[in-house]
């Protein structure tokens, strides 16, 4: 693999890896955001809690949640896919050793 290859194989692996964690922080800050609406629902009385439900925003919010689940499966697949991709150092290594 020339040099160029190489710079550009490992410029797509970092770019890759700059995505992942990216997804990866965005699905986290969604995970504390719905542990804060949790217990923020939980300090409010029975029947406000119940008009808050009735709401657009909180159908709304609940089928976020659900997309969110879906994604993170997604991330979780794209992540195995990530590991499962030979890294072009290793490929150099295995070069070299030959």
Do not use: G
Request: charged share 30%; proline share 3%; no cysteine.
């Amino acid at each position: 693999m020339s040099d160029d290859q190489t710079d550009t194989a490992e410029s797509d692996l970092t770019q890759v890896e700059l995505a992942h964690s990216i997804i990866e922080s965005l699905l986290d800050h969604t995970r504390v955001v719905s542990d804060l609406v949790a217990v923020m629902a939980q300090a409010l009385d029975q029947d406000t809690t119940k008009a808050l439900t009735l709401t657009p925003q909180w159908q709304a919010y609940l089928e976020s949640r659900r997309r969110m689940e879906r994604t993170r499966e997604d991330v979780e697949k794209f992540a195995d896919i990530l590991r499962a991709t030979p890294h072009p150092r290793d490929a150099d290594q295995s070069n070299a050793e030959t």
